[in-house]
Nanobody
Framework: QVQLVESGGGLVQAGGSLRLSCAAS????????MGWYRQAPGNQRELVAS???????NYADSVKGRFTISRDNAKNTAYLQMNSLSPEDTAVYYC?????????????????WGQGTQVTVSS
């Protein structure tokens, strides 16, 4: 079972930047997508960004143009560069990986979650 460990969260002022890292303890299949979700108090967990092993990316509308997801397949590591942060970005950010179903990308198999890292943006 792969384990994911996030790092890089913290406190930053509005307009600032943070870079989150997610290191996998084992090999991530080339079929797996890696992604970042976030959950703010009182809110549901939401997808922030995802990336396939081939580099195809997907972003939530709220972070497009500000956040960039990347992936180093050789290091089994994913990153989330977050720029122009606002207080609305305050949340616990979770790294995750899953294998999408062959017939539709919205069904996920073998999902693994990290423990989460807190990102707090002050105004």
């Amino acid at each position: 079972q792969v384990q994911l460990v996030e790092s890089g969260g913290g406190l930053v002022q509005a307009g600032g930047s943070l870079r989150l890292s997610c290191a996998a303890s084992g090999s991530i299949s080339s079929l797996n997508v890696m992604g970042w979700y976030r959950q703010a108090p009182g809110n549901q967990r939401e997808l922030v960004a995802s990336i396939t092993s081939g580099g195809s990316t997907n972003y939530a509308d709220s972070v497009k143009g500000r956040f960039t997801i990347s992936r180093d397949n050789a290091k089994n590591t994913a990153y989330l560069q977050m720029n122009s942060l606002s207080p609305e970005d305050t949340a616990v950010y979770y790294c995750t990986t899953w294998r999408p179903a062959a017939w539709t990308p919205i069904i996920h198999f073998d999902t693994t979650w990290g423990q989460g890292t807190q990102v707090t943006v002050s105004s």
